[in-house]
């Protein structure tokens, strides 16, 4: 489904990522770890199409074909999801509005109609059960004042929607109590299917106990310098990163 | 390379020319250009008024000639001279028209391009039309039902023929001949424009709605609008302009004076798209209007606008709150793009006891553009336990334009409470990235941003201005970005 080969990227001539070989087929999940600094959050952004981000070299492709010259929105309508780390506040907006108009955006992208407002509405009650989420959040404006927690559920709950080919969620876990962890992470299991993957960005093993990898990579100074299989983050939650410099 | 970028945004608003920017060709019958006593008592006779209305002019015009244009609002300009403009231009009406049909085809297809043919208007439920075209109605609608309610609606030429004591009580009672330089010159010239009165105790089954237009190149157009709500009465009033193309300015210098008595309550909106010249500022429409409303006791006055046009705006839609208990309302969006430059916002003037006001600005700018806010609010003596609130945000957009607070506040009575709340913000990068990344265009994306940003205003619309105001904003700033 995705294939990265050699990535080369940074940003105002700093170079972050240098030589990423990473390739995610349908119906897997693939943990990328590291520590800070060491590129995560920048591949996502490459990967999203984040043009604040240089690829100096190398190639993203999905579905056989190179997604590089494609714009963020065009990467989204081909089934790219990303969850963001620090999701942005939309005053007036809300969630619901803002849930429509993506989706719309992608169908008409798509060559379809609208979605039909009755069903959207069905669609829009499932998904926030499924995600535990008051309904309430859904008629506030997007992540305004909601706390950490609940602007995580609400990337998940957007994913949910859109029902992406490839997710990635970076940090999905930073700010999650354990109970709002469970749910999320639920959430992204229940959603998983054998068409979509999964890639999940994280620090810690911790996220890693509810949404179980298929492979764990580390990623340390914009290389992914080892991979195995889940029981690499048992072994990085008890060594610490320094055993694999 | 596919991708939308900044640029081409950047560009594609540049190439944007301004969508409603065409001329209608309508004979018209035209005074000479120039202002002069003889021009005015011209103006008067081809308006067939009384002797006490040419006077009025008369003497307007003379305080006028004493005063001189203000320069304290936040704009630069080049001044209009008032020789080279004339100050009459009516569509040469061929008879008198008994259906929509015998309307001037090239009229209808210009409400057609502006997307509010008659027909569609007239389909609405409840919306009477008074269509302004330049200075004379040409058609006026759904009379009947109103004279059912006793409502007189009507162009104010038609008002000073036929309700002559009513005009003369009302007319400069809230706005004098001697408010400003603008409004001088309005009341020595003013050629239309409209006249409501709703007698006591009567809502008004449907909303009001006029549309003002500027059409004969050259010409200024001055507008008088007065409207009445008796004891217990209830209006809502819809304005909405937009004006052709024109390469040299155009002076518009209207006067809107609302009168509310004891438990009434006006609803007046506006939503305003004049030519705002080009990207390079050239030509555009000078807005500087007068606008003023007095509410007496437990009476609410409610102004809402939506300003997305003119070169230079400056206008502050007022409220004398002199009953006991009366309330004032002032909800505002203004978009400014390339060079236009607003200077707009209100005054609360609190009389009364127990008066309360609430302001809601919210001002975006983009492009070049100088978008200020300026508001006073005073509380006299006499206003015990007076009451205001004012929020005025601000959201730019790129690092070229400006927004800038000029709040006033004079409180004399000690027992008043007065709020004021001000943010500024910017439409990040990082907001347009998350919306694109949800699959959402940077066009699109503002869009929604923007309308975000305005919803508090923009509920406060009828329904039938909202979507139409929710329209123009997309239009005014369709590929601006910072």
């Known amino acids: 489904m995705l294939q990265i080969k050699n990535l080369h990227a940074g940003i105002e001539g700093k170079e972050i990522l240098r030589g990423i070989n990473l390739e995610i087929n349908p119906g897997e999940v693939h943990a990328i770890m590291g520590p800070n600094g060491s590129g995560k959050s920048t591949l996502s952004s490459v990967i999203a199409g984040n043009e604040t981000y240089k690829v100096t070299e190398g190639d993203v492709i999905l579905d056989g074909k190179s997604i590089l010259d494609l714009s963020p929105d065009q990467r989204a309508h081909k089934g790219i999801f990303l969850s963001f780390q620090y999701p942005v506040e939309i005053p007036g907006v809300t969630t619901t509005n803002f849930?429509?108009?993506?989706?719309?955006?992608?169908?008409?992208?798509?060559?379809?109609?609208?979605?039909?407002a009755k069903e959207m509405l069905k669609m829009i009650r499932e998904k926030a059960d499924l995600l535990e989420m008051d309904r309430k959040f859904l008629s506030r404006s997007l992540n305004e004042g909601f706390s950490g927690g609940e602007k995580k559920r609400n990337e998940i709950f957007q994913m949910a929607m859109l029902e992406p080919k490839l997710s990635i969620l970076d940090e999905t876990d930073s700010g999650l109590d354990i109970d709002a962890l469970k749910i999320v992470a639920n959430g992204v299991n229940k959603l998983k299917s054998k068409d979509n993957a999964t890639i999940v960005i994280t620090h810690y093993q911790r996220l890693l106990d509810y949404i179980v990898p298929d492979f764990v990579h580390v990623l340390y100074n914009g290389k992914i310098i080892k991979s195995g299989g889940k029981e690499l983050a048992f072994e990085l939650e008890e060594k610490g990163y320094d055993w694999l410099k | 390379m596919s991708k939308y970028t900044e640029d081409d945004l950047k560009k594609e608003l540049e190439d944007k020319e301004y969508e409603y920017g065409f001329y209608t060709d309508i004979e018209s019958d035209t005074l000479p250009k120039g202002l002069n006593e003889g021009i005015i008592r011209a103006i008067s006779k081809k308006k067939k008024e009384p002797e006490w209305m040419t006077e009025w002019r008369l003497e307007s015009f003379r305080i006028w000639q004493k005063m001189e244009e203000p320069d304290w609002a936040n704009v630069t300009y080049e001044k209009p001279?008032?020789?080279?403009?004339?100050?009459?231009?009516?569509?040469?009406?061929?008879?008198?028209?008994?259906?929509?049909?015998?309307?001037?085809?090239?009229?209808?297809?210009?409400?057609?391009?502006?997307?509010?043919?008659?027909?569609?208007?007239?389909?609405?439920?409840?919306?009477?039309?008074?269509?302004?075209?330049?200075?004379?109605?040409?058609?006026?609608?759904?009379?009947?039902?109103?004279?059912?309610?006793?409502?007189?609606?009507?162009?104010?030429s038609e008002a000073i023929q036929n309700h002559p004591d009513l005009v003369k009580k009302y007319i400069g009672s809230i706005v004098p001949k001697t408010d400003n330089f603008y409004a001088a010159l309005n009341s020595a010239v003013f050629t239309d424009g409209s006249f409501c009165y709703i007698p006591k105790g009567v809502k008004c089954p449907m909303e009001l709605s006029t549309y003002f237009r500027i059409?004969?190149?050259?010409?200024?157009?001055?507008?008088?609008?007065?409207?009445?709500?008796?004891?217990?009465?209830?209006v809502s009033y819809l304005e909405g302009c937009t004006a052709p193309q024109r390469d040299e300015n155009q002076l518009h210098a209207a006067v809107v004076e609302i009168i509310v008595h004891d438990?009434?309550?006006?609803?007046?909106?506006?939503?305003?798209?004049?030519?705002?010249?080009?990207?390079?500022g050239k030509g555009g429409v000078y807005n500087f209007v007068t606008k003023r409303a007095i509410a007496h006791k437990n009476a609410k006055i409610s102004w809402t606008q939506v300003e997305t046009g003119s070169a230079v705006t400056w206008k502050y839609p007022s409220c004398v709150l002199k009953g006991d208990n009366s309330v004032g309302e002032f909800y505002s969006i203004a978009v400014t793009n390339n060079f236009q430059q607003a200077d707009t916002g209100t005054k609360m003037i609190h009389i009364g006891k127990n008066s309360r006001s609430t302001i809601i600005s919210k001002g975006v700018s983009a492009g070049k553009s100088q978008n200020s806010y300026r508001g006073l609010v005073r509380v006299n003596s006499s206003a015990d336990n007076a009451r205001n609130f004012s929020q005025c945000d601000s959201l730019l957009m790129g690092d070229q334009c400006g927004a800038h607070t000029f709040p006033y506040i004079e409180a004399k009575n000690n027992s008043a409470q007065i709020e004021h709340e001000a943010t500024t913000s910017k439409i990040g990068e990082d907001q347009l990235f998350y919306c694109n990344q949800r699959g959402i265009d940077t066009e699109k994306a503002i869009a929604l941003i923007v309308n975000g940003f305005s919803k508090e205003v923009l509920n406060k619309l009828p329904m039938e201005f909202a979507v139409e105001a929710q329209k123009l904003l997309e239009i005014s700033l369709e590929g601006s970005v910072g």
């Open chain 2, 81 to 156: 001279d008032f020789q080279a403009i004339s100050y009459y231009s009516a569509p040469k009406p061929k008879k008198e028209l008994e259906s929509l049909d015998e309307v001037d085809p090239e009229l209808l297809k210009t409400f057609e391009k502006l997307g509010i043919s008659i027909d569609e208007q007239k389909k609405l439920t409840g919306v009477a039309m008074d269509i302004v075209v330049d200075s004379v109605s040409v058609k006026t609608t759904f009379q009947e039902t109103l004279k059912k309610h006793g409502i007189i609606f009507c162009p104010i």
């Open chain 2, 215 to 234: 059409n004969e190149g050259g010409t200024g157009q001055f507008e008088r609008t007065l409207l009445i709500a008796d004891e217990g009465a209830y």
């Open chain 1, 99 to 116: 849930i429509k108009t993506a989706i719309n955006a992608k169908r008409k992208a798509l060559g379809l109609d609208d979605f039909p």
């Open chain 2, 263 to 280: 438990n009434a309550e006006i609803k007046y909106s506006t939503v305003q798209n004049w030519y705002p010249g080009n990207k390079e």
